[in-house]
């Protein structure tokens, strides 16, 4: 009651970011089981997706810079 936009601000932030992972990987299902396979999976996807986010950004040289200092 206290944020009416609330749901909003999470769907601006959180919830494209989700879906465009789960879009990518093709499935709606994770390809591992156990929960300490899943996570490195998850985390794989995450760290691919900032990975393109960044190139989108800042260009792949600039990227590779930034990577080298």
């Known amino acids: 009651k206290?944020?009416?936009?609330?749901?909003?601000l999470r769907h601006q932030t959180?919830?494209?970011?989700f879906g465009t992972i789960k879009q990518w990987a093709g499935?709606?299902?994770?390809?591992?089981?156990?929960l300490k396979?899943?996570?490195?999976?998850v985390s794989l996807q995450v760290l691919a997706y900032?990975?393109?986010r960044m190139m989108n950004i800042m260009g792949v040289?600039?990227?590779i810079?930034?990577?080298k200092t």
């Open 2 to 8: 206290n944020m009416p936009n609330a749901m909003t």
């Open 14 to 17: 959180v919830e494209h970011p």
């Open 65 to 67: 810079s930034a990577m």
């Open 61 to 63: 040289s600039g990227l």
């Open 50 to 52: 900032n990975f393109k």
């Open 37 to 41: 396979h899943v996570k490195t999976e």
């Open 27 to 34: 499935t709606q299902q994770l390809l591992t089981r156990t």
